[in-house]
């Protein structure tokens, strides 16, 4: 199978999975939910759960109902943590994906709420998976989850993130800032199935593939944000338009160094070159 049709049909599977999830437009408080719909359905890539599928693959583990789900779970805490970056408390934006941001359409009490409710949701689906597969480990699952997202992962991330405006950040405060705001949840999407199904060998190599990547994701993404000059701390600042290039280069061959078994592992290399297609670095 082509990357191109790869891509479509898991991320129909994944969205089919959302659907089936998140609560209808109709329910009761609507606004809500349809506020957390518009989130997740609104152009995302799905590059996390392309990556737990990949992972998954990898370890072979079948890509069924669980893995989708296991999928929406880590694509509802993104869509979360998006809508609630997107705040004007934080990086005051007003579109994303080129549509208005949640708290535009909405307000910015529904922004707030409708990205709890969707982090909320995640651990719902958590639950979920326990119940389709009862060996699956739960609570090695739950741990990792957590500790990814919390305020020793991407929400820590953020916060550095905001504390290091318009005042040059180190090179290590960007290192952490990209590590933990971004990279934590995609090393989480990485090694989530490893936790879950018991494969725990391919941990080491999960963690580092999915930080990597992430590390280089993020400084991709400061490289073609770069001409915005908001004040958000961007590795390009710090290290320099070349110097930034060279690390997401850097990032990437650790990301393709940590697979191991070339033949199982084709579609987290094709995750690695869609990554470096997307930003042309
Ligand atoms: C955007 O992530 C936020 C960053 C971590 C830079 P994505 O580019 O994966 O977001 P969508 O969901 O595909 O829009
Ligand atoms: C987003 O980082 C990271 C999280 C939402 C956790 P940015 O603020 O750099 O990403 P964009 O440019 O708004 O997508
Ligand atoms: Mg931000
Ligand atoms: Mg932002």
Known sequence: MNWDDYIKKHTKKIDE????????????????????????????????????????????????RTVYSMGAMIEMVHAYSLVHDDLPSMDNDDFRRGKPTVHRLFSEAIAILAGDALLTMAFEVMGMLGSYKTNGDIGALLTGFASAIGSRGLVGGQVMDLERRNAKPTPEDILFIHKNKTAALMMFAAIAPALFFKKRTYLPDMRSYGESLGMAFQIGDDIVDHHKGEGEPSAVDVFGMDGAKKLFHEYMDKAEGAIRYEKKGVSLIAVCDWVKQEFRV
Do not use: Q, W
């Open 17 to 64: 999975a959302l659907d089936s999830l998140l609560p209808g437009e109709l329910t009761a408080p609507a606004t809500i939910h349809k506020a957390m719909r518009y989130s997740v359905f609104n152009g995302g890539k799905r590059l996390r759960p392309l990556i737990a599928i990949a992972s998954s693959e990898y370890m072979d583990v079948d890509v069924d």
